[in-house]
């Protein structure tokens, strides 16, 4: 691991934030490093406000998207909401098939097969589309390259309205109407919303042709929030507040579907992390193992009893699924191995019998073992499908795209993205692609590294800090968790391996003159002999809140100790 401490903020800075705040030196700086530098901006940070949502209609094409729904409404027109079938997509068409279900009867929603469709648009929807008289499709969450897919529905007398997060093309799709903040000609005041985030503007522009304000819409948000939390986008700005509101309903009224997946969960309340590795995982085994359907149908059954009979299938389909990822990935390391290319700059693996639905997941999990970018294929009908992952500070996409004449298409963000080839090319990609990387990626890339934000001592740790880092949630892209670094630390004598295989590390710590306090170490066990005998040692951690039978306290979570 590489330790990095963040630049500290300017001096004058940090004594005018904690005047005009009355906050600590540390919470001071820690604003400071998520940009916040008034008393004005802080107020927002701390007390997110859903008045500071932005008005949809300064989305391009939000007006020809909101006219063109209008008049199928009035034309008794059939509509048939698309989505990929990932979290974001399925939450998506989840938040937008519910609400129009609620002024309009002739709604459907239709989600890609993984395997037989592949992601995005796909011509067989569009010929089901065609087939049951459906003349209007709302595709969320893809559809921002799908070109060729919009041109062949406008020769059946089929529109299209795209509501997408991705970075587009050279070219747009001849859709009636193209809502992605991240289009060139698109000055929507915020840009890093995910799928479900623009069908939350659409809905939301659409509610305003019938007088309903935002307090309407705050039942959508725990959908909102479990998407903005699964695609890893910046918790900022508006994500943000879409997040934190999410979040309130996800603890006190979620939506039977939701509360099935989290019934059994001991927590007073679920944080986002909880919805990363506890909601999130669910909903996407539906894609990834059986069906996307199964977690719309979930996500707006509105009978509990039926909605945990979902809950329970989905339970399966994601223990099957973590079945497959260890498997693979275990072959995967292997195949590595065998090939002796421990030593490259980039991985790229194949096996044809590998499971679509979990590449992705394994190439996370190669990251954790070889860091540096990862493309993890397989077979998929006549050609190779892949997920890549990447590296803290390294655009996949834009090495994928110097790579692109062997790729048949691809698409994504800077850490995550899929593509597929014919088989006759691997090889090539598989070299262009190694060559890219090498030439392009930083050294210190190829090293984790742990951002500090600050380094602390024990002392510093009061009950107020402990308060306000709790209102810094939640927690993601461009507002990590904070991490301190102490010095001088050494263990009171309780180190000891815990866990069924041993590999984690628990503590109780402190400095000379301070209280002690609990600490765990996932995955550190391997440095339990820098502990003993109340030898000194430095660590790095985040200070959290640890919860277990009704009991809370506060203890470290150390990423890394030396």
């Given at each position: 691991m590489r330790w990095t401490l963040k630049t500290k903020p300017e001096t004058d800075k940090v004594k005018h934030l904690q005047d005009v705040l009355n906050v600590d030196e540390i919470t001071a700086k820690l604003l400071l490093q998520r940009g916040i530098e008034s008393f004005e901006q802080a107020k927002q940070f701390f007390r997110p406000n859903l008045d500071d949502l932005h008005n949809p209609h300064l989305m391009k094409d939000m007006d020809k998207a909101v006219e063109r729904i209008e008049t199928a409404i009035n034309n008794q027109e059939n509509i048939l909401v698309f989505g990929d079938y990932d979290v974001d997509g399925t939450t998506?068409?989840?938040?937008?098939?519910?609400?129009?279900?609620?002024?309009?009867?002739?709604?459907?929603?239709?989600?890609?097969?993984?395997?037989?469709?592949?992601?995005?648009?796909?011509?067989?929807?569009?010929?089901?589309?065609?087939?049951?008289?459906?003349?209007?499709?709302?595709?969320?969450?893809?559809?921002?390259?799908?070109?060729?897919?919009?041109?062949?529905?406008?020769?059946?007398?089929?529109?299209?309205?795209?509501?997408?997060?991705?970075?587009?093309?050279?070219?747009?799709?001849?859709?009636?109407?193209?809502?992605?903040?991240?289009?060139?000609?698109c000055f929507y005041p915020y840009d890093e919303l995910c799928g479900c985030g623009v069908g939350f503007k659409l809905i939301q522009a659409l509610g305003q042709n019938r007088n309903q304000t935002i307090d309407d819409f705050v039942p959508y948000l725990d959908l909102v929030a479990t998407a903005i939390a699964a695609d890893i986008v910046p918790m900022t700005g508006e994500n943000r507040i879409l997040a934190h509101f999410g979040l309130q309903v996800i603890n006190e009224n979620p939506r039977p579907g939701i509360q099935a997946l989290t019934q059994k969960i001991k927590k007073n309340a679920l944080t986002i992390t909880d919805v990363v590795f506890i909601i999130a995982p669910r909903i996407n085994a539906a894609g990834r193992i059986k069906h996307g359907n199964h977690a719309v149908e979930l996500l707006t059954e509105f009978d509990f009893e039926q909605a945990?009979?979902?809950?329970?299938?989905?339970?399966?389909?994601?223990?099957?699924?973590?079945?497959?990822?260890?498997?693979?990935?275990?072959?995967?390391?292997?195949?590595?191995?065998?090939?002796?290319?421990?030593?490259?700059?980039?991985?790229?693996?194949?096996?044809?019998?590998?499971?679509?639905?979990?590449?992705?997941?394994?190439?996370?999990?190669?990251?954790?073992?070889?860091?540096?970018?990862?493309?993890?294929?397989?077979?998929?009908?006549?050609?190779?499908?892949?997920?890549?992952?990447?590296?803290?500070?390294?655009?996949?996409?834009?090495?994928?795209?110097?790579?692109?004449?062997?790729?048949?298409?691809?698409?994504?963000?800077?850490?995550?993205?899929?593509?597929?080839?014919?088989?006759?090319?691997?090889?090539?990609?598989?070299?262009?692609?190694?060559?890219?990387?090498?030439?392009?990626?930083?050294?210190?890339?190829?090293?984790?590294?742990?951002?500090?934000?600050?380094?602390?001592?024990?002392?510093?740790?009061t009950p107020k800090l402990t308060r306000l880092l709790k209102q810094f949630e939640p927690f993601g892209p461009q507002n990590r968790t904070p991490v301190f670094l102490t010095q001088n630390m050494f263990d009171t004598g309780y180190a000891k391996k815990i866990g069924g295989d041993e590999t984690?590390?628990?503590?109780?710590?402190?400095?000379?003159?301070?209280?002690?306090?609990?600490?765990?170490?996932?995955?550190?066990?391997?440095?339990?002999?820098?502990?003993?005998?109340?030898?000194?040692?430095?660590?790095?951690?985040?200070?959290?809140?640890?919860?277990?039978?009704?009991?809370v306290s506060v203890q470290l979570r150390f990423k890394d100790l030396q």
């Amino acid at each position: 691991m590489r330790w990095t401490l963040k630049t500290k903020p300017e001096t004058d800075k940090v004594k005018h934030l904690q005047d005009v705040l009355n906050v600590d030196e540390i919470t001071a700086k820690l604003l400071l490093q998520r940009g916040i530098e008034s008393f004005e901006q802080a107020k927002q940070f701390f007390r997110p406000n859903l008045d500071d949502l932005h008005n949809p209609h300064l989305m391009k094409d939000m007006d020809k998207a909101v006219e063109r729904i209008e008049t199928a409404i009035n034309n008794q027109e059939n509509i048939l909401v698309f989505g990929d079938y990932d979290v974001d997509g399925t939450t998506a068409v989840a938040l937008v098939s519910s609400y129009l279900k609620t002024i309009y009867p002739n709604i459907a929603t239709y989600i890609p097969d993984r395997y037989d469709e592949g992601y995005g648009i796909s011509y067989k929807g569009i010929d089901f589309a065609d087939d049951n008289e459906f003349s209007l499709i709302i595709a969320l969450d893809c559809g921002i390259k799908s070109i060729d897919h919009v041109a062949y529905a406008k020769d059946k007398n089929i529109d299209f309205i795209i509501c997408d997060h991705h970075r587009p093309g050279n070219s747009l799709p001849a859709a009636v109407a193209i809502l992605d903040p991240k289009r060139e000609d698109c000055f929507y005041p915020y840009d890093e919303l995910c799928g479900c985030g623009v069908g939350f503007k659409l809905i939301q522009a659409l509610g305003q042709n019938r007088n309903q304000t935002i307090d309407d819409f705050v039942p959508y948000l725990d959908l909102v929030a479990t998407a903005i939390a699964a695609d890893i986008v910046p918790m900022t700005g508006e994500n943000r507040i879409l997040a934190h509101f999410g979040l309130q309903v996800i603890n006190e009224n979620p939506r039977p579907g939701i509360q099935a997946l989290t019934q059994k969960i001991k927590k007073n309340a679920l944080t986002i992390t909880d919805v990363v590795f506890i909601i999130a995982p669910r909903i996407n085994a539906a894609g990834r193992i059986k069906h996307g359907n199964h977690a719309v149908e979930l996500l707006t059954e509105f009978d509990f009893e039926q909605a945990q009979q979902f809950a329970s299938e989905i339970e399966q389909y994601n223990a099957d699924r973590k079945d497959l990822d260890q498997k693979i990935t275990k072959e995967a390391l292997q195949q590595i191995e065998d090939n002796k290319e421990q030593k490259r700059f980039t991985t790229v693996v194949f096996q044809e019998d590998w499971h679509k639905g979990v590449i992705g997941i394994v190439a996370s999990r190669l990251i954790e073992n070889h860091y540096r970018p990862t493309i993890v294929f397989t077979k998929s009908g006549d050609k190779y499908a892949a997920s890549a992952r990447s590296v803290i500070g390294f655009d996949v996409y834009n090495a994928l795209e110097a790579c692109s004449e062997y790729l048949e298409q691809f698409g994504g963000h800077m850490y995550a993205a899929g593509m597929t080839l014919k088989p006759e090319n691997y090889q090539k990609f598989k070299d262009a692609f190694e060559k890219v990387v090498r030439e392009t990626i930083a050294p210190e890339m190829l090293t984790p590294e742990i951002e500090i934000d600050a380094e602390i001592d024990f002392n510093e740790i009061t009950p107020k800090l402990t308060r306000l880092l709790k209102q810094f949630e939640p927690f993601g892209p461009q507002n990590r968790t904070p991490v301190f670094l102490t010095q001088n630390m050494f263990d009171t004598g309780y180190a000891k391996k815990i866990g069924g295989d041993e590999t984690h590390l628990k503590l109780f710590v402190k400095q000379k003159n301070s209280d002690s306090f609990p600490a765990i170490g996932f995955g550190l066990a391997d440095k339990i002999n820098l502990t003993k005998n109340k030898k000194p040692f430095e660590a790095v951690y985040c200070i959290e809140e640890n919860e277990w039978n009704g009991n809370v306290s506060v203890q470290l979570r150390f990423k890394d100790l030396q």
